[in-house]
């Protein structure tokens, strides 16, 4: 089997122009990058608004581990299956963080024979959307020092200023800094901090908009931070939306590309869903489905986290309502829930997956709970024996969900059809009664004690100091009608990503809230989670090059 990267290479690319065709758009609607990437202009998205709307498909996946589980892999796969069957299909993912690609994680473009193209420009600058949000953050925290500087008239206290910088490179040494230094003409003195690009509220509000206009409100409804009579003073107050959004006007407009079996794929926004919303953007979600039968989307993670963002705050926001939920799973990665060690995964071991089976039987029950039937696809690999997928089926035959296996990782859409008819014939029999987990008019410490009673089976969530208070005060200031987004670890159900399976009664501890103003929603940090995260001890970055052909080695 040939590696990722000298599969992609090997694609058989039609000219972008081809696959806008296929969505009904012509030339004048797209605006190339190059002869293989295209942005959907803002003319063409308003053109779609009285179009009907096709099914949205939602796929997610149990607790990630070192096993892998091919989330993005399963969700190219079944948007290629189900074009093979007959039924029109878009595919709607993220856009790779350079952060992850240089440090541990990788890309994020699918795998084997289910990837999108072209790889290696998605999974590093691509049509530059990251760059324009990380100067539109900086532009904002430019002019909040700038303001200072210059005589202060909003009178913001220097002590309650919120706006952090971003990057998008991990970087621990980054997460709290001295500004300021080297004397008079520097500005004022402060401590503050840089987190990751995909954790900036900039990306957030991208992600969340419907057009250039909400995009500049809610760019102005960011809070920077309170003056000395604790008030707050917004990027509006600042008089920095209109440049923000200039900066951002380009990378509103959806990303289109194509898969390797040539079927259309938009990749826009990429907030990760540890310490974001995890989804990609409003914008790219409902052109799919105007101009679509069904449309293929992920929330990244699993579905702790990004399923459950996607549904409580995306879906809410958008008013969207998926069809069916696709939950992905390994054999692999049950056996490391159900106690093996990743060294010793290629052992069969019925029992550890009937024991790993506790993690999935989770995830279908809190999916349950928002009132989506769900689909089990069981991601191939060639170790899994016929003793362990009998297994799983047994599992989810006892909870009455149906599992497919499905081997788009070796063989393209045809691995996956059968997954594809299964998920069609749920979608089509519209069977979901889908439903938010809390109401809005919830109280904010409310929604996070469900989220974490409910999701991620606590006994309760317990505040440090402060965050009631500041609760209790962003809801006097009228933002208790906002969901809130749960920033903790992917890799268990409670805070310590060690502790696998299916845990209960354990706490949450919820360090810090933040309010995202602009984007509509409040953020809990929970736990050791890092809003900066930081290198590996052996960082991809080290084995990434150019070889002597210049073509780019070690990034896959």
């Known amino acids: 089997m040939l590696s990722d990267i000298e599969i992609a290479r090997g694609a058989d690319k039609r000219p972008i122009q081809q696959i806008a065709q296929k969505l009904g758009l012509g030339a004048g609607d797209i605006l190339p990058y190059g002869h293989d990437k295209a942005k959907i202009t803002h003319q063409a998205l308003a053109g779609l608004a009285d179009r009907p709307q096709g099914k949205l498909i939602l796929v997610t996946a ?72 990380t100067s539109a953050h900086n532009l904002l925290a430019a002019m909040i020092d700038n303001h200072i500087y210059w005589g202060n008239a909003l009178d913001l206290d220097t002590r309650r200023i919120t706006w952090r910088r971003v990057m998008d490179m991990n970087d621990r040494a980054l997460r709290d800094v001295a500004m300021g230094l080297g004397g008079v003409s520097n500005g004022f003195v402060r401590q503050s901090g840089f987190d990751i690009t995909v954790a900036s509220e900039v990306m957030a509000i991208l992600c969340l908009s419907d057009d250039l206009a909400d995009l500049q409100d809610r760019l102005g409804r960011i809070i920077i931070g309170y003056s000395r009579d604790k008030q707050p003073v917004t990027a509006h107050d600042l008089g920095a939306a209109g440049a923000m959004t200039v900066l951002l006007k380009d990378a509103l407009q959806p990303n289109l590309v194509q898969t390797l079996e040539n079927n259309p794929a938009l990749v826009h926004g990429g907030p990760f869903a540890n310490i974001a919303h995890g989804c990609n953007s409003v914008i790219a979600t409902r052109a799919a489905l105007r101009m679509s039968d069904y449309v293929v989307t992920e929330a990244g993670f699993g579905a702790d986290l990004g399923a459950e963002k996607f549904l409580n705050i995306k879906c809410r926001m958008a008013g969207l309502s998926p069809a069916a939920c696709v939950l992905v799973a390994t054999i692999r990665a049950l056996k490391m829930n159900g106690g093996v060690d990743k060294q010793d995964l290629g052992r069969e071991d019925v029992a550890a997956v009937t024991r790993g089976c506790d993690n999935l039987g989770r995830h279908i029950q809190n999916l349950r709970g928002f009132g989506l039937p769900v689909i089990v696809a069981v991601n191939h690999f060639d170790g899994d024996s016929a003793a362990e997928i009998e297994a799983l089926h047994a599992y989810c035959a006892s909870h009455g969900v149906r599992a497919v296996l499905a081997r788009h990782w070796a063989e393209g859409g045809a691995g996956a059809e059968e997954l594809a008819h299964a998920v069609s014939e749920i979608a089509d029999a519209g069977a979901a009664d889908f439903h938010t987990l809390y109401p809005d008019s919830m109280p904010l410490w409310q929604k ?45 159900f409670t805070t310590d990503p060690a502790r696998r399976g299916a845990p209960e009664g354990h706490v949450v501890p919820v360090r810090e809230v933040r309010l995202s103003a602009g984007a509509g929603f409040v953020v809990a940090i929970c736990g050791e989670v890092m809003t900066m995260p930081g290198l590996p001890r052996t960082p991809a970055a080290e084995r990434i090059g150019l070889g002597p052909d210049g073509q780019i080695r070690g990034l896959f």
């Open 448 to 492: 996070i004690e469900t989220i974490c009673t409910r999701i991620y089976r606590a006994s309760h969530a317990e505040p440090a100091a402060g965050v009631m208070q500041q609760l209790a005060a962003w809801e006097a200031a009228g933002f208790a009608d906002l969901p809130v987004c749960i920033a903790k670890t992917p890799y268990s």
């Open 62 to 133: 149990i607790n990630p581990t070192p096993a892998g589980e091919g989330k993005t892999t399963t969700t190219v796969g079944l948007g290629d299956a189900l074009n093979r069957i007959g039924k029109q299909a878009t595919i709607c993912i993220r856009e790779a963080s350079l952060g992850p690609n240089f440090g541990m994680k990788g890309g994020a473009a699918g795998g084997g024979r289910a990837q999108i193209v072209p790889m290696e420009e998605m999974n590093l600058h691509f049509t530059g959307d990251f760059h324009a949000i």
